[in-house]
């Protein structure tokens, strides 16, 4: 390991500890005036999907770029926790019998394995409603006109445009509805929706930190190229971490895409062809935040991050 990678590795590292420790506080809070009060198995379930493990790659995208604008750190970190509870209660859902059927979640039980079905699903319902809870909140930042304009970026992303059409497009795609079956969708197509399903909330962790930092136009611009270019990657990698990575480091089941049919721009290029287009975007990536100069150097180390992981 180099220094340059080195100190990366620790700024990411500090986020992660960061954003542990924030989520570990509004998760252990009382019940919030106008609550009647907060189950206890819920919070639990809520906690166990939330706490304990993850690189916190899209909060630190979120304090990364908040950070070009010189924004106090507790502000970003705040939206980093929102986004992370989004993120988590996506996989909670995600490893549903119903969705992808996954026992195994960051190398521990998934949370309908730990708990139960309706108690896992009732727990990503949690995160995602307490999401908004958390961007509401002054802490977040002292203009509510931010505050409304972060809600929306984030409902956005995360619905019927974003990730949760995204995942219905796959679901569509691997025939999972009755009288349909299996489609090979085509490179555009694929693109599509894994921009949705992955790219949308990486996209907005980078478009949050010029929100919170009110970023110019042509400013937001070059964060939103780099997010899109970074969400890219990041589903190419994970595609093939699928195909190439190992259980045990990974944390999840590989090799699931392929015996689910499931349509990735690994199936739809080629392996060689998908690793380079891989590398295309880390360079896309790079040079939408030329505007930016050397301090972007750490938002540039993080699309090689991306690219480069193995789990």
Known sequence: MNGKDSAFLARLDATAKDIELLLDRLLAAAAAPGEMGRPTRLMEAMRYASLGGGKRFRPFLVVESAALFDVPRQQPLMAGAALECVHCYSLVHDDLPAMDNDDLRRGQPTAHKKFDEATA???????????????????????????????AALARAAGLGGMVGGQMLDLGAEGRFAGTGPQRLGENEVRILQAMKTGALLRFACEAGGMLGAATAPQRTALERYGSAVGQAFQIADDLLDLEGDTAMVGKQTGKDAAAGKSTMVSALGVAKAKARLGDLVAEAEQALAPFGASAAILIEGAHFVADRHA
Do not use: K, Y
């Open 121 to 151: 699903i009732l727990a990503g319902d949690g995160l995602l409603t307490f999401a908004f809870d958390i961007l509401s909140r002054r802490e977040t930042h002292p203009d509510a006109g931010v505050r409304v304009e972060l809600v």
